[in-house]
């Protein structure tokens, strides 16, 4: 189970999720960025602070997203266990990860 | 997927039963889902009906987790692809994550093929939880 609001700040669009990014999940999140980011134009920042749960098939959604996504693709908020996942698959330094929102905003607005 | 929520779900019980810590609780969760993920894409080469069994066994301060399957004979822990982490995003190869989350997350993993089935186990020592 995933829930998505959908948002923006200054330009850039916000995802915040809430619930795991499994199987199920990370088909969701990935029909949600298509139906709602024009990949050659928008910013994208994903808020992971709901997010306890991820898998492969989760990074692999969003590995894709940040190589589609022609501007800037952020994280932000990331929960313990997802910070782990992300050290462990050494992915910690492929993306741009944001301690909050506000930091997030300001780096990645234009 | 919709049958690995119901997995998920039978899990989940199982460690909200035996007091097992959130974050241990999803280890195990990820790490069944990823063998899960891997047996239902690539085990079962053939139309006719598999299955997949979970068993799962909780010691005092551990639980065991053992998936047997009837799909080709693969052993995830030698054969699996050894993802490249220093590649960048761009040259990320997705395959092989899996198999490097659920052997980080688990302990004592071990592998057989006695002829017909699949035999993966896998354990994780839990952090002591208040009671």
């Not at chain 1, 330009?11 to 949600?32: A, P, Q």
Request: net charge negative; proline share 2%.
């Amino acid at each position: 189970m995933i829930n998505m609001q959908t948002g923006e700040q200054d330009g850039v669009k916000i995802l915040t999720l809430s619930g795991r990014l499994d199987g199920d999940g990370s088909i969701r999140l990935h029909d949600r960025i298509n139906e709602e980011i024009d990949y050659d134009k928008d910013s994208l920042l994903l808020d992971m602070s709901e997010v306890e749960y991820i898998s492969s098939a989760g990074l692999r959604v969003l590995i894709l997203a940040a190589r589609t996504i022609k501007n800037e693709f952020g994280l932000c908020n990331l929960t313990s266990m997802v910070r782990e996942v992300f050290a462990m698959t050494k992915l910690d330094s492929a993306f741009f990860i944001y301690d909050d929102i506000g930091a997030a905003i300001q780096s990645m607005s234009d | 997927m919709r049958q690995f929520v119901e997995i998920a779900a039978f899990i989940e019980q199982f460690c909200q039963a035996e007091s097992v810590a959130g974050e241990d609780a999803s280890r195990i969760l990820v790490s069944v889902e990823e063998v899960f993920t891997n047996t239902v894409s690539y085990g079962f080469k053939d139309d006719s009906e598999h299955w997949i069994a979970i068993e799962l066994k909780k010691d005092r301060d551990a639980l065991e987790v053992e998936i047997v399957d009837d799909g080709i004979p693969y052993d995830p822990l030698t054969e699996a692809p050894e993802p490249d982490l220093s590649a960048s995003l761009e040259d990320r190869q997705i395959g092989g994550l899996g198999v490097h989350m659920f052997k980080y997350y688990m302990d004592d993993l071990s592998y057989s093929h006695d002829g017909i089935f699949n035999r993966l186990k896998m354990t994780l020592k839990l952090d002591q939880v208040a009671p």
